[in-house]
């Protein structure tokens, strides 16, 4: 068990932290390039100025698209930097996941992230160990 595993005890915390995370970059729109723009809290989403194109908060990560609950996500992701390989019935107890080809999928993502130049992009920051000094 790892002090980050309690930071993340609930969908509502993935969210924050992505959205924290999210904001704290610089962005650039996918439709037209434009790096202005504003956040909205309601929506979860970044606008940008110029087109007026609304990007959320899982856009650019291996979490975009999927369906899964960021909590699932972000323990599994946890789980293969912190423990490695685990089998498919270890992983799934940890994040309640009981479908196996979800679960491969799943860390397969993870695994190619981990290899990836833009794995602090693809998994959002959580491939970095927090500073002790952040409370947050």
Known sequence: ??????????????????IQWARSR????????QSRGDWIGSRGCWECRGC?????????????GSRLPLLAWFRAILLQIHFGELSTDQ?????GITRVATL??????????????NSDVLLAGLNRRPNPQDSS
């Open 1 to 18: 068990r790892d002090f980050e595993w309690d930071r993340f005890a609930a969908e509502e915390d993935c969210e924050v932290y992505l």
């Open 26 to 33: 610089e962005r650039r729109c996918p439709r037209c390039g």
């Open 52 to 64: 007026k194109s609304q990007i959320g908060m899982r856009w650019g990560t291996i979490v975009q």
């Open 91 to 95: 992983l799934s107890h940890r994040i």
């Open 104 to 117: 491969r999928k799943l860390v397969s993502s993870i695994r190619e992230a981990l290899k990836s130049p």
